[in-house]
């Protein structure tokens, strides 16, 4: 059974920065890319970043380039993200999934509050 | 930055059919963006409903179809049931970026 655990959420406050993790079991993670979407209270689905099987390739929406990193650890079965500066209108929930999109985790709320 | 409209809202009868529709602010959706479709009900993470335009996945429920109409891609409802009743997104694929539609929310009424 695939499975996508998300981790690291929480309080932070304006500028502060905060790591996000994302533990899959089920497939083998290194023969897929991988995403991380978002979605504001209320609000809909935002996807954030995608990285590719070995890490050598990156791609991040605008609004959150320069300020975030995507990146894996395969023989974890790990993904992260590693948020930087950030800001108010990043709270929401977090979620990775497969970058087909077939399997998404259940997600992980960040807070950016002073 | 790239754009995908979906229509905001939607409402339907039980047992009747309803087609939902992606657009790009870029021009055509056409398989080659490979449109995805999700469904997502309250406090719950989205799930995967069609993908690669058409393509079901083993648990999408029949009722359940995609497709191309005109410049749009699709999502067609036939014999909708209450619990039917969701938000729904489409994905379009952009190169290695992705970008989601605003989401329809569907009443079944």
């Known amino acids: 059974e695939v499975q996508l655990v998300e981790s690291g959420g929480g309080l932070v406050q304006p500028g502060g920065s905060l790591r996000l993790s994302c533990t899959a079991s089920?497939?083998?993670?290194?023969?897929?890319?991988m995403s991380w979407v978002r979605q504001a209270p209320g609000k809909g689905l935002e996807w954030v970043a995608n990285i590719k099987q070995d890490g050598s390739e990156k791609n991040y929406v605008d609004s959150v380039k320069g300020r975030f990193t995507i990146s894996r650890d395969n023989a974890k079965n790990s993904l992260y993200l590693q948020m930087n500066s950030l800001r108010a209108e990043d709270t929401a929930v977090y979620y990775c999934?497969?970058?087909?999109?077939?399997?998404w985790g259940q997600g992980t709320l960040v807070t950016v509050s002073s | 930055q790239t754009v995908v409209t979906q229509e905001p809202s939607l409402t339907v009868s039980p047992g009747g059919t309803v087609t939902l529709t992606c657009a790009s602010s870029?021009?055509?959706?056409?398989?080659?963006?490979?449109p995805n479709w999700f469904q997502q009900k309250p406090g719950q993470a989205p799930r995967a409903l069609i993908y690669?335009?058409?393509n079901k996945h083993s648990w999408t429920p029949a009722r359940f179809s995609g497709s191309l109409l005109g410049d749009k891609a699709a999502l067609t409802l036939s014999g909708v049931q209450p619990e039917d009743e969701a938000e729904y997104y489409c994905l379009v694929y952009y190169g290695g970026a992705v970008v989601f539609g605003g989401g329809t929310k569907l009443t079944v009424l």
């Open positions: 870029t021009g055509a959706v056409t398989s080659g963006y490979y």
């Open positions: 690669s335009t058409s």
């Open positions: 089920g497939f083998t993670l290194s023969t897929y890319w």
């Open positions: 999934a497969r970058n087909d999109f077939f399997y």
